[in-house]
């Protein structure tokens, strides 16, 4: 069992950095795929970036190559996502997530993650 808490969003300039940091509690935090979700209004929840256990591998979304960063704390329990030249098309609400393995086929399957926080949200001003 986990719980994941994100926080680290808020208003930034287009252009901009922020980070978000996703704490987790449970004993078993550094065998999860952990992942960053976002959800822009009306629109359907989609992966930004995942990392394997012991960051052994890291897949982006298109759409933030080269922009943002995922990374682990596994001593820490934390997820970050280090967010640099953001767009507004980047607000969004973001979510962290937590799977136990990845079914194939897709790294952001959503079923895949069985653990989800409450989200936080980052809005891109132009």
């Known amino acids: 069992q986990l719980q994941l808490v994100e926080s680290g969003g808020r208003s930034v300039q287009a252009g901009g950095s922020l980070r978000l940091s996703c704490t987790a509690s449970g004993y078993t935090y550094t065998l999860y795929y952990m992942g960053w979700f976002c959800q822009a209004p009306g629109k359907e929840r989609e992966g930004v970036a995942t990392?394997?256990?012991?960051?052994?591998?890291?897949y982006y979304a298109d759409s933030v190559k080269g922009r943002f960063t995922i990374s682990r704390d596994n001593a820490k329990k934390t997820l970050y996502l280090q967010m640099n030249s953001v767009k507004p098309e980047d607000t969004a609400t973001y979510y962290c997530a937590a799977a136990n393995e990845l079914s194939g086929g897709s790294w952001f399957r959503n079923t895949d993650y069985k653990y989800w926080g409450q989200g936080t949200q980052v809005t891109v001003s132009s």
């Open positions: 990392i394997a256990p012991g960051s052994v591998f890291i």
